[in-house]
Nanobody
Framework: QVQLVESGGGLVRPGGSLRLSCAASGFTFSLYAMSWHRQAPGKERELVAT????????NYLDSAKGRFTISRDNAGNTVYLQMYSLKPDDTAVYYCSAHRRVGVNGPKYDYWGQGTQVTVSS
């Protein structure tokens, strides 16, 4: 049974930090690129960061560059999102996903987690 389980969300003050984790099981983790997405209330889901199978390439949403870092531990089947200098606009439910293929319209996400809430507020 495939599972992606996010953790590490919570309430943090502006300027604070959080590290999100996504534990994967039920599939060969090292064969998949992994991504973090977020969805704020009333907004569409947006891609925050992606990391390739062995971590050699990472990509970020412009607003996340310099503040967020995606990393992965293939031995532990876990992907992380370290977030610094958090802003109220970062408030959202954060989801991780796994994909192997990229189509003409972008990645074809195979698996999704259930999400973890991040709230940035004073």
């Amino acid at each position: 049974q495939v599972q992606l389980v996010e953790s590490g969300g919570g309430l943090v003050r502006p300027g604070g930090s959080l590290r999100l984790s996504c534990a994967a099981s039920g599939f060969t983790f090292s064969l998949y690129a992994m991504s973090w997405h977020r969805q704020a209330p009333g907004k569409e889901r947006e891609l925050v960061a992606t990391i390739t199978m062995f971590g050699e390439i990472t990509n970020y949403l412009d607003s996340a560059k310099g503040r967020f870092t995606i990393s992965r531990d293939n031995a532990g089947n876990t992907v992380y999102l370290q977030m610094y200098s958090l802003k109220p606009d970062d408030t959202a439910v954060y989801y991780c996903s796994a994909h192997r293929r990229v189509g003409v319209n972008g990645p074809k996400y195979d698996y999704w987690g259930q999400g973890t809430q991040v709230t940035v507020s004073s």
